[in-house]
């Protein structure tokens, strides 16, 4: 498995787990929020919307703070302004994308840049990371949803790159003009996703050969992804499960 995948079931499963204190419900209503913002309040006319309303359902985000979310965005009712900012980095010898919401620029900069300091990265200027990862549309479908090959050759006529998959789910790449063609053929063949969403995804990648270094990268993104102001944080690494599960144990 893949560094990207295995860290992709990691985040799926600590979003679940932060629902419970509250912290997955203020990210995605910030998220809702500035989508309905920037294309209507109307989930059938905003793609961004109606992805971010598939990731509260994921969570299980009650409805009225779902519907709460989208009349701050559409000026129903009042809410703060977000700015949406990308910050790049490097946790060791591997490149970071932070991808920040915040109402408040300064803090939000102080907060990123604390953190990686303290942990032992560095922030970059813009551009020295970015071009070592693509935008792509992620779609994530349980693997009890669909057989394999059926999958496969459903969302590759759709136009998909790729799909992989999991101890959970399978993982479906895509250009981003072609998310909605490949999101409407699994909606239209009744195949449930749990998640998709537009990922950072590396270009390249980095080997991580030993637990002290992987354990400063993992700390580094999990500490950056717990900053109230952070929504997604993308690294280029690529580590052996064991390592993996030796880093997260220590």
């Known amino acids: 498995m893949s560094g990207h995948n295995k860290w992709s079931s990691i985040k799926h499963k600590k979003a679940a787990a932060d629902a419970k204190r509250g912290k997955a419900f203020s990210k995605i209503s910030k998220e809702i929020t500035i989508a309905a913002k920037d294309g209507g309040g109307d989930p059938n006319m905003n793609p961004r919307l109606r992805t971010a309303i598939l990731a509260a359902k994921a969570v299980n985000m009650p409805q009225d703070n779902v519907t709460r979310a989208i009349k701050k965005g559409t000026g129903e009712l009042p809410g703060v302004s977000y700015e949406e900012i990308i910050y790049e980095g490097y946790a060791g010898p591997v490149g970071l994308i932070i991808e920040v919401l915040t109402d408040n ?17 560095s922030l970059a200027s813009n ?124």
Request: proline share 1%; hydrophobic share 40%; net charge negative.
């Open 127 to 250: 551009g020295a990371v970015a071009w070592q990862f693509n935008k792509k549309g992620v779609i994530r479908v349980p693997l009890s949803k669909a057989t394999e090959d059926d999958l496969f050759l459903l969302v590759s006529d759709a136009g998909a790159e790729d799909m992989t998959s999991d101890e959970e789910n399978y993982e479906i790449i895509c250009g981003i003009s072609e998310f909605e063609a490949v999101k409407k053929a699994l909606e239209d063949a009744k195949i449930d996703y749990i998640e998709a969403n537009l990922e950072q995804i590396p270009a390249s990648t980095v080997d991580v050969l030993d637990v002290k270094t992987a354990k400063m990268v993992l700390g580094l993104i999990d500490a950056l992804d717990e900053l109230d102001d952070v929504q997604n944080v993308y690294a280029n690494y690529k580590m052996d499960d064991s390592i993996m599960e030796q880093a997260s144990e220590e």
């Open 105 to 121: 620029k300064n803090r939000a900069a102080a907060e990123v840049r604390t953190t990686l300091d303290k942990r032992g990265g």
